[in-house]
């Protein structure tokens, strides 16, 4: 197998907002009914770290009708901010080695990820891969496309408890990578391997590939919605933190 060649990193070196060549932020209530308005002022650079963090704070919903049944809509105030960082439009890439060293809050009703989208099609359909999630005590490496109902995806995960690792190992970094090439995707912590997914099987119903196309990355915080759990015991803010992120290919 040929070496691989780092191809882009952003190693968070340069104290203030996050370099805008690599990354752009997706901004106010985005997807899975979570509690958090997403802002481009919660993520900065301290001393070689991207820090992302969960506030939080109470402002009126810009967005807000009454009697929306929509959920983005009929929240009347903005109970919790984050960040969520993503590469679309800006960088993109079909296979390779994806790392991302960093270090989790593992507090209740907190929704840190690392993840992929391909970028053509709408969700599933696209293609996800969770190189790493973590909700309700426990760590999950996924890879989802698409069912013949929409919206609705087909999932191949590994879910991992907390308690499944040494005692304080959400106080220290952690490694996750990804190894993706055209028949397989591979999503590891700390070289011990979660998942592997076979990329010719995850096929969408029309027959498309989502594992052959270009992906873009994303880092966020997420907090409650559909997955993330009750935060009300948490103190804030909480932070997400990462060293790096690198691709090799």
């Given at each position: 197998?040929?070496?691989?060649?780092?191809?882009?990193?952003?190693?968070?070196?340069?104290?203030?907002?996050?370099?805008?060549?690599?990354?752009?932020?997706?901004?106010?209530?985005?997807?899975?009914?979570?509690?958090?308005?997403?802002?481009?002022?919660?993520?900065?650079?301290?001393?070689?770290?991207?820090?992302?963090?969960?506030?939080?704070?109470?402002?009126?919903?810009?967005?807000?009708?009454?009697?929306?049944?929509?959920?983005?809509?009929?929240?009347?105030?903005?109970?919790?901010?984050?960040?969520?960082?993503?590469?679309?439009?800006?960088?993109?890439?079909?296979?390779?080695?994806?790392?991302?060293?960093?270090?989790?809050?593992?507090?209740?009703?907190?929704?840190?990820?690392?993840?992929?989208?391909?970028?053509?099609?709408?969700?599933?359909?696209?293609?996800?891969i969770d190189i790493m999630e973590y909700y309700r005590n426990t760590l999950l490496a996924n890879v989802a496309w698409a069912t013949p109902t929409r919206?609705?995806?087909?999932?191949?995960?590994?879910?991992?408890?907390?308690?499944?690792?040494?005692?304080?190992?959400?106080?220290?970094?952690?490694?996750?990578?990804?190894?993706?090439?055209?028949?397989?995707?591979?999503?590891?912590?700390?070289?011990?391997?979660?998942?592997?997914?076979?990329?010719?099987?995850?096929?969408?119903?029309?027959?498309?590939?989502?594992?052959?196309?270009?992906?873009?990355?994303?880092?966020?915080?997420a907090i409650g919605g559909q997955n993330g759990g009750d935060p009300s015991q948490t103190s804030f803010p909480a932070r997400f933190e990462v060293d790096?992120?690198?691709?090799?290919?």
């Amino acid at each position: 197998m040929p070496a691989r060649k780092l191809v882009w990193a952003d190693e968070f070196n340069t104290d203030g907002a996050p370099d805008p060549k690599n990354w752009t932020f997706e901004q106010g209530f985005v997807r899975n009914e979570e509690l958090q308005w997403y802002q481009p002022e919660n993520a900065y650079c301290k001393k070689g770290l991207l820090i992302i963090e969960a506030r939080k704070e109470n402002k009126p919903n810009p967005n807000y009708e009454a009697g929306s049944t929509e959920w983005r809509k009929s929240r009347k105030t903005i109970d919790y901010t984050a960040a969520c960082l993503i590469t679309k439009g800006l960088h993109q890439w079909q296979y390779g080695r994806f790392e991302m060293r960093g270090k989790i809050n593992v507090d209740p009703g907190l929704w840190p990820a690392f993840w992929t989208l391909g970028v053509k099609g709408e969700w599933p359909s696209n293609g996800e891969i969770d190189i790493m999630e973590y909700y309700r005590n426990t760590l999950l490496a996924n890879v989802a496309w698409a069912t013949p109902t929409r919206y609705k995806a087909n999932w191949n995960s590994t879910k991992v408890p907390l308690s499944d690792f040494k005692k304080n190992w959400a106080n220290q970094f952690h490694i996750w990578r990804m190894d993706w090439d055209e028949n397989s995707i591979k999503l590891y912590v700390d070289d011990r391997l979660l998942l592997t997914s076979d990329s010719q099987k995850t096929v969408n119903p029309d027959g498309s590939h989502p594992f052959d196309q270009p992906h873009y990355l994303l880092l966020n915080l997420a907090i409650g919605g559909q997955n993330g759990g009750d935060p009300s015991q948490t103190s804030f803010p909480a932070r997400f933190e990462v060293d790096y992120v690198r691709v090799y290919q």
